[in-house]
C-alpha cells in the first residue's frame, strides 16, 4: 500500500444517520470457505463472500497451490478443490499483503503437506510476529526459515506424514487454532486443541460441514477439539453471512450520533463474535435483534439501532476472545458515554496489523479524549454525548480498523478528523465509505 499515494479521507454527519444498510460477507467465515472448498473433491458454490484483498490473498494462495477458483458473472464463487493431501507446489512466493488470518491459517494447511511455501506480506503484515503459530506447527514436523524475530518473509517445508499434536493454546486465539486444526486434515491419528478459554468457531463449525471427523468436549482443561486426519472434505454451498466485525462501525456510529435509526441486515450472530453487542447494550446501546433465523449453522439476525446515551462501565474481560477486532471501536463508544469506561484483557490488540492500543491511544487523544493506556487496554474519559474536539490527522499505521473506527469519530466531532490513509480500508471492507454516504454521511 506504500508504494502508493496515500488518500485521506474525512467523514462528517450533518444529521442524523438513517436508513438499511448491509455489511460485506464475514472474513473469517470467507477465509474459512475458500481454504476448505479448495481441500473438497468437487464444486462448492460460496454466495456471499467478502471480496476485500484479505480473502483475495486467499483465494490466489489456493490457486496457486493447484485449486481452481472463479467468481461467476451472478456473484457465486465456484471452486474445484485438490482434495485433502492434494496442494501442489507453488511456483511463486504467496502475497498475503496485510492478511495475518490467510498467513496464519495457510501455514497450518502447508504444515502437513509435502511442500515448500514462501509467505511475503506488505510492510505491516511483516513487522507482526509468526511464533504463535510456527512453534505449534514445528512440533508436527515443519521446517522454517523466517526474517528476524519470527516474521515474513517466512519460507516453510511441509511434513508428510505430519506428526499429530495436543496442543494446549497459551493464548487465546482462533487462528493459532485453526492453524493446528488445519495441520491435522492431513496428518495420521488424532490431532487435539484443547483451549481454556473460549475463541470464535467458525472453523470448528465449518470443518464439520464439509465432513470432517471433528469433535468437541469440555474439559477441566477447557475446550478440547479432536479432529481425525486424512479426511475426505464433500463440496458444499456456503452462503456467507454478514461480518459483525464490519457491523460494529454501524453499530457505533448510529448509537454516538443524536438522532439516528438504521438497520443493519443479516449480520452474524454466532456467541463467540457477540462481545461487542454485549458491551453496548450494557453502556445502554439501543440495538434490538429482528428475524434471528438460522444460515447455513449459523445464526443471523438484522440490527435495528437508534441513538442511545451511553454510560461508562468496566468492561468484562472475559468479552474479550468474542470482540478482540472491535475493541478500537469499542473505544470510539467509550470516547461519547458519560464518566470512564475501562476496556481490558485485550493483550492480542499489541499485535494486530498495528499496536492497536497505543494507535487509538494516541488517534483519540489528538482528537482531545482523555485516555489512559495500559498493557492490555484503555481507560477513556468520555464527553457525556457531546461532540469530540477533533481537529486532528489520524495515523492508521496502514490499519483498517483504525482507519474505520477514527472515521466514525469524526461524525461527532467538532472539527474534521481526517485519516491519512483510507487505502487500508480496502482489505476488509470495500463499500465503507459509499455506505457511509447512503446513510447520509458526507465524505470529504
Same mark, same amino acid.
Given at each position: 500500500?506504500?508504494?502508493?499515494?496515500?488518500?485521506?479521507?474525512?467523514?462528517?454527519?450533518?444529521?442524523?444517520?438513517?436508513?438499511?444498510?448491509?455489511?460485506?460477507?464475514?472474513?473469517?467465515?470467507?477465509?474459512?470457505?475458500?481454504?476448505?472448498?479448495?481441500?473438497?473433491?468437487?464444486?462448492?458454490?460460496?454466495?456471499?463472500?467478502?471480496?476485500?484483498?484479505?480473502?483475495?490473498?486467499?483465494?490466489?494462495?489456493?490457486?496457486?497451490?493447484?485449486?481452481?477458483?472463479?467468481?461467476?458473472?451472478?456473484?457465486?464463487?465456484?471452486?474445484?478443490?485438490?482434495?485433502?493431501?492434494?496442494?501442489?507446489?507453488?511456483?511463486?512466493?504467496?502475497?498475503?499483503?496485510?492478511?495475518?488470518?490467510?498467513?496464519?491459517?495457510?501455514?497450518?494447511?502447508?504444515?502437513?503437506?509435502?511442500?515448500?511455501?514462501?509467505?511475503?506480506?506488505?510492510?505491516?503484515?511483516?513487522?507482526?510476529?509468526?511464533?504463535?503459530?510456527?512453534?505449534?506447527?514445528?512440533?508436527?514436523?515443519?521446517?522454517?526459515?523466517?526474517?528476524?524475530?519470527?516474521?515474513? =518473509?517466512?519460507?516453510?517445508?511441509?511434513?508428510?506424514?505430519?506428526? =499429530?499434536?495436543?496442543?494446549?493454546?497459551?493464548?487465546?486465539?482462533?487462528?493459532?487454532?485453526?492453524?493446528?486444526?488445519?495441520?491435522?486434515?492431513?496428518?495420521?491419528?488424532?490431532?487435539?486443541?484443547?483451549?481454556?478459554?473460549?475463541?470464535?468457531?467458525?472453523?470448528?463449525?465449518?470443518?464439520?460441514?464439509?465432513?470432517?471427523?471433528?469433535?468437541?468436549?469440555?474439559?477441566?482443561?477447557?475446550?478440547?477439539?479432536?479432529?481425525?486426519?486424512?479426511?475426505?472434505?464433500?463440496?458444499?454451498?456456503?452462503?456467507?453471512?454478514?461480518?459483525?466485525?464490519?457491523?460494529?462501525?454501524?453499530?457505533?456510529?448510529?448509537?454516538?450520533?443524536?438522532?439516528?435509526?438504521?438497520?443493519?441486515?443479516?449480520?452474524?450472530?454466532?456467541?463467540?463474535?457477540?462481545?461487542?453487542?454485549?458491551?453496548?447494550?450494557?453502556?445502554?446501546?439501543?440495538?434490538?435483534?429482528?428475524?434471528?433465523?438460522?444460515?447455513?449453522?449459523?445464526?443471523?439476525?438484522?440490527?435495528?439501532?437508534?441513538?442511545?446515551?451511553?454510560?461508562?462501565?468496566?468492561?468484562?474481560?472475559?468479552?474479550?476472545?468474542?470482540?478482540?477486532?472491535?475493541?478500537?471501536?469499542?473505544?470510539?463508544?467509550?470516547?461519547?458515554?458519560?464518566?470512564?469506561?475501562?476496556?481490558?484483557?485485550?493483550?492480542?490488540?499489541?499485535?494486530?496489523?498495528?499496536?492497536?492500543?497505543?494507535?487509538?491511544?494516541?488517534?483519540?487523544?489528538?482528537?482531545?479524549?482523555?485516555?489512559?493506556?495500559?498493557?492490555?487496554?484503555?481507560?477513556?474519559?468520555?464527553?457525556?454525548?457531546?461532540?469530540?474536539?477533533?481537529?486532528?490527522?489520524?495515523?492508521?499505521?496502514?490499519?483498517?480498523?483504525?482507519?474505520?473506527?477514527?472515521?466514525?469519530?469524526?461524525?461527532?466531532?467538532?472539527?474534521?478528523?481526517?485519516?491519512?490513509?483510507?487505502?487500508?480500508?480496502?482489505?476488509?471492507?470495500?463499500?465503507?465509505?459509499?455506505?457511509?454516504?447512503?446513510?447520509?454521511?458526507?465524505?470529504?
Amino acid at each position: 500500500m506504500s508504494a502508493f499515494p496515500a488518500q485521506p479521507l474525512y467523514l462528517v454527519a450533518n444529521g442524523p444517520l438513517a436508513g438499511r444498510v448491509s455489511v460485506p460477507g464475514d472474513k473469517s467465515i470467507s477465509h474459512r470457505a475458500i481454504m476448505f472448498a479448495s481441500l473438497a473433491v468437487g464444486e462448492s458454490r460460496i454466495e456471499g463472500l467478502l471480496e476485500g484483498e484479505d480473502v483475495l490473498a486467499t483465494v490466489a494462495a489456493m490457486r496457486a497451490m493447484g485449486a481452481d477458483v472463479a467468481r461467476g458473472g451472478d456473484g457465486v464463487w465456484r471452486v474445484h478443490g485438490v482434495g485433502v493431501g492434494g496442494l501442489l507446489q507453488p511456483q511463486t512466493a504467496l502475497d498475503m499483503g496485510n492478511s495475518g488470518t490467510s498467513t496464519r491459517l495457510l501455514m497450518g494447511l502447508v504444515a502437513s503437506h509435502a511442500i515448500t511455501a514462501t509467505f511475503v506480506g506488505d510492510a505491516s503484515l511483516s513487522k507482526r510476529p509468526m511464533a504463535r503459530v510456527t512453534d505449534p506447527l514445528a512440533r508436527v514436523g515443519a521446517s522454517f526459515t523466517t526474517a528476524p524475530g519470527g516474521r515474513l =518473509p517466512l519460507t516453510m517445508h511441509g511434513a508428510c506424514p505430519a506428526i =499429530p499434536l495436543e496442543y494446549v493454546l497459551p493464548v487465546a486465539s482462533a487462528q493459532v487454532k485453526s492453524a493446528v486444526l488445519l495441520a491435522g486434515l492431513n496428518t495420521p491419528g488424532i490431532t487435539r486443541v484443547i483451549e481454556p478459554i473460549p475463541t470464535r468457531d467458525h472453523s470448528e463449525r465449518m470443518l464439520r460441514g464439509f465432513g470432517a471427523d471433528l469433535t468437541v468436549e469440555e474439559s477441566a482443561r477447557g475446550r478440547v477439539i479432536s479432529i481425525r486426519g486424512e479426511a475426505e472434505l464433500k463440496p458444499q454451498h456456503i452462503i456467507v453471512p454478514g461480518d459483525p466485525s464490519s457491523a460494529a462501525f454501524w453499530m457505533v456510529a448510529a448509537s454516538i450520533v443524536p438522532g439516528s435509526d438504521i438497520v443493519i441486515a443479516n449480520v452474524l450472530m454466532n456467541p463467540t463474535r457477540t462481545g461487542l453487542l454485549t458491551a453496548l447494550r450494557m453502556m445502554g446501546a439501543s440495538i434490538d435483534e429482528i428475524d434471528r433465523r438460522d444460515v447455513g449453522g449459523e445464526d443471523v439476525a438484522d440490527l435495528h439501532v437508534r441513538h442511545a446515551s451511553l454510560s461508562g462501565i468496566e468492561i468484562p474481560a472475559d468479552l474479550a476472545p468474542s470482540m478482540i477486532d472491535e475493541y478500537p471501536v469499542l473505544f470510539v463508544a467509550a470516547a461519547f458515554a458519560s464518566g470512564r469506561t475501562v476496556a481490558r484483557g485485550a493483550h492480542e490488540l499489541r499485535v494486530k496489523e498495528s499496536d492497536r492500543i497505543a494507535a487509538m491511544a494516541a488517534a483519540l487523544g489528538a482528537c482531545g479524549v482523555a485516555c489512559t493506556e495500559h498493557e492490555d487496554g484503555l481507560a477513556i474519559e468520555g464527553t457525556d454525548g457531546d461532540p469530540i474536539p477533533g481537529g486532528a490527522t489520524i495515523a492508521t499505521h496502514l490499519d483498517h480498523r483504525i482507519a474505520m473506527s477514527m472515521a466514525v469519530v469524526g461524525l461527532h466531532a467538532r472539527a474534521p478528523v481526517v485519516i491519512d490513509d483510507a487505502a487500508p480500508i480496502a482489505t476488509s471492507y470495500p463499500g465503507f465509505v459509499a455506505q457511509a454516504v447512503l446513510l447520509g454521511a458526507e465524505a470529504r
